[in-house]
């Protein structure tokens, strides 16, 4: 079992649309990163978190310690916002993240 | 202030061959990791290196492969004898502490093993 679960795996929304992206952890953590993946691309860090709600942007990103349970939403989806998100956890012990597997999005003019 | 910078940004290599991916960090950051993303596999944690120390080589493979970050220069990490399953995207993240700081990653090396 992978110690980051994110959901879903693939999404397609029209140009517009409100999306949200999930992440679950089961391991205690000190934060929570998101990160964006271009095709073919290097990965730029989104957020770091380590409670509450962090905007940038049209970026909306949050994180509930007590459910470890985090949120990525976008707000007027463009087609530029496609790419892979990925969930990452920095683990309480340990020297190294845990990668959630990504989700592919793609928004449709 | 340049990002984590990365090279080459694609590397290609004969089976046997040895490769040297490059990993220069931020100003200022003393702490980096490398990962492996094989092709439709999520990211997976290879090492994290202090300047001159190897913290934590849990996710290195046993042979063939080795990192070192000198006092002056880039991080590298070195594949010899490369073979196909090697083939793969190589990120580099730095940071200025351990893994509770913001990392920055690097583009990354796509090495392809031929």
């Known amino acids: 079992k992978n110690e980051v679960e994110q959901s879903p795996q693939n999404l397609t929304a029209q140009e517009g649309e409100f999306i949200t992206i999930n992440c679950s952890y089961s391991v205690g953590i000190s934060a929570l990163h998101w990160l964006q993946q271009h095709p073919g691309g290097g990965i730029v860090s989104l957020f770091m978190?380590?409670?509450g709600k962090k905007k940038h942007g049209r970026l909306i990103a949050t994180i509930n310690i007590q459910e470890k349970h985090s949120s990525l939403h976008i707000t007027a989806s463009h087609p530029r916002d496609s790419a892979v998100y990925i969930c990452?956890?920095?683990?309480?012990?340990?020297?190294?993240?845990?990668f959630g597997t990504g989700t592919s999005l793609t928004v449709i003019p | 202030n340049a990002g984590v910078m990365q090279n080459p940004r694609h590397l290609v290599r004969r089976r046997g061959q040895e490769a040297r991916l490059r990993c220069s960090p931020m100003?200022?950051?003393?702490?980096v990791y490398w990962y492996r993303q094989l092709p439709e596999e999520g990211l997976k944690f290879m090492v994290y290196l202090q300047k001159e120390n190897i913290i934590d080589e849990s996710g290195m493979p046993k042979e063939r492969f080795s990192a070192e970050f000198p006092k002056e220069g880039p991080s590298i990490l070195r594949i010899q004898q490369v073979v196909r399953g090697d083939s793969a995207a190589y990120f580099c993240?730095?940071?200025?502490?351990?893994?509770?700081?913001?990392?920055?990653f690097g583009q990354g090396t796509r090495l392809t093993v031929v």
């Open positions: 993240a730095s940071s200025p502490g351990q893994t509770n700081t913001e990392a920055f």
């Open positions: 978190l380590s409670s």
């Open positions: 990452a956890v920095s683990p309480n012990t340990g020297n190294q993240f845990y």
């Open positions: 100003k200022g950051h003393s702490h």
